[in-house]
């Protein structure tokens, strides 16, 4: 990934902050047919230190957890808060014209190798953290035990676990830090004037704050 210095997130809490808020991840595998992308939502662990470990799950029938070649790099992307930004937001421009669009990001690669993890025990307490992290926010949390226990046995044995224990971890948070204090407050401005549904967290990214939920 192309990562100008000033676009650097090296802290490991604010990326992890990043991966537990938008979870869903695309994860990129090498097979013998070449690369592929999945897109599977992942639990974050803080273990092993210092970056932690990526928990999910896959159905039985994606080649996957069949073809991702064994001992190869796989790459997690998570992808926060974004948006473009029109040049008509910056103060500057009023002054001399010199502004082109842009867009606004923060994401989190996350490296690693694959394990897959055939077992069915494994696989059930796997689902009732993946479900407790997802249903946290909900009034009345749904929870694995609510539905049969045949129904879940039977969707168990349709689903197979994978493990990414994380060995890198980059950050990139391209939020305006290159433009002048003048800019950036506009742009503030103009996200609060327009309060689509990443306004605020953008908004946040741009003051200096690292909330991307």
């Known amino acids: 990934m192309y990562l100008p210095k000033h676009f650097d997130e090296p802290r490991i809490d604010v990326m992890h902050d990043l991966i537990r808020a938008h979870p869903l991840a695309t994860l990129i595998t090498t097979t013998t047919d070449g690369i592929e992308a999945n897109h599977i939502p992942l639990l974050l662990a803080d273990q092993p230190a210092p970056f932690g470990t990526l928990f999910g799950h896959v159905a039985r029938t994606n080649p996957l957890w069949r073809e991702a070649q064994k001992d190869s790099e796989v790459l997690a992307v998570f992808s926060g808060p974004n948006t473009y ?46 479900t407790a992290h997802n249903e946290s926010n909900q009034p009345a949390p749904w929870a694995v035990t609510d539905a049969p226990p045949d129904y879940i046995d039977k969707m168990i044995t349709a689903i197979v676990g994978i493990e990414i224990t994380i060995t890198r971890l980059i950050g990139k948070w391209k939020v305006s830090q290159n433009q002048p204090a003048e800019n950036r407050a506009s742009v503030v401005q103009a996200l609060n004037a327009r309060g689509e549904m990443q306004d605020a967290a953008m908004v946040n990214l741009v003051l200096g704050g690292n909330k991307t939920d």
């Not at 421009?93 to 694959?114: D, E, I, R, S």
Request: proline share 7%.
């Open 85 to 130: 930004i029109s040049p008509n937001w910056y103060a500057t421009k009023k002054q001399h014209g010199k502004a082109v669009p842009t867009w606004n990001y923060a994401v989190t690669h996350a490296y690693g190798k694959l394990r897959v993890i055939d077992d069915p025990v494994w696989l059930r307490q796997h689902l009732g953290a993946l």
